[in-house]
């Protein structure tokens, strides 16, 4: 029982520690929430002067707050909670065993800053300049003039779409390098699974882009090249 209960306590003050890591990161971010908040609109690229939202309840710019404080804390609160997690795991583990799984996490934080990298440089502007672009009108053919003003809890809701569909892109990237690393050392058995991945490549660059084919055709064909370059390093390295 002795070694249960120092279990107990190991996991019992790692979850407080969490806890507080989580309170203490809603204090810090609710304290910059007015920065925070403007990092995330300064993606937008479509306002050439000060970006301007609008807002329709009296308690909207509050709750907005409120919703960027808890994302962004149980944003960092969950990494954290990976490497206590693997620090929790370490000493039940054997050595080969323990380095697989920190190349996980290092994998999976890799990636989800790459993510975020290429939400606020690439994914926001192109999708936002591509949805707006359905504003501008031709006066002889369509002589209906629409104009758009952005609402700021659904830009917030837009905004968070996005980063969700941006990590579970780069996280399927890095679930391809696991595989690679893990199959066998033959390159036969790689080659025998690039129709399946090329398969699931097109039908993800399809559910998760803008509808339009030129979106598609970029985030498949990246896929696809990274993972025959990653093909051609396993080649390379037996």
């Known amino acids: ?31 910059f929430k007015e920065p925070l908040l403007f990092t995330f609109i300064d993606s937008n690229k479509y306002y050439n002067t000060v970006p301007y939202f609008i807002f329709t309840n009296v308690d909207e710019i509050f709750y907005v707050y409120l919703r960027l404080v808890f994302f962004i804390a149980n944003q960092i609160t969950f990494v954290i909670g990976l490497y206590h997690g693997l620090m929790f795991l370490a000493l039940g583990l054997y050595h080969s065993e323990y380095n697989q799984l920190k190349s996980i996490v290092k994998i999976f934080i890799v ?50 779409n996005f980063y ?44 998760t882009t803008p509808p339009d084919i030129f979106s598609q055709i970029i985030m498949s064909s990246s896929l696809i090249l990274i993972y025959e370059l990653l093909i051609f390093v396993k080649y390379i390295k037996t």
């Not at 002795?2 to 971010?29: D, G, H, M």
């Open 1 to 31: 029982m002795f070694p249960c209960y120092q279990y107990y306590l190991e996991i019992k003050n790692r979850i407080l520690l969490l806890l507080f890591t989580w309170a203490s990161l809603l204090i810090v971010c609710y304290h």
């Open 111 to 160: 990636t989800w800053l790459c993510s975020i990298i290429l939400l606020k440089k690439i994914v926001v502007p192109f999708s936002w300049s591509f949805f707006l672009s359905f504003q501008e009108t031709n006066d002889h053919l369509q002589p209906a003039s629409f104009f758009f003003e952005a609402r700021i809890l659904e830009y917030f809701n837009y905004f968070t």
């Open 164 to 207: 969700y569909i941006c990590m579970a892109n780069c996280q399927l990237l890095a679930l391809t390098i696991l595989f690679l690393n893990n199959v066998s050392e033959k390159i036969g058995t790689v080659k025998t699974f690039r129709k399946l991945f090329y398969l699931i490549f097109i039908l993800f660059s399809t559910i």
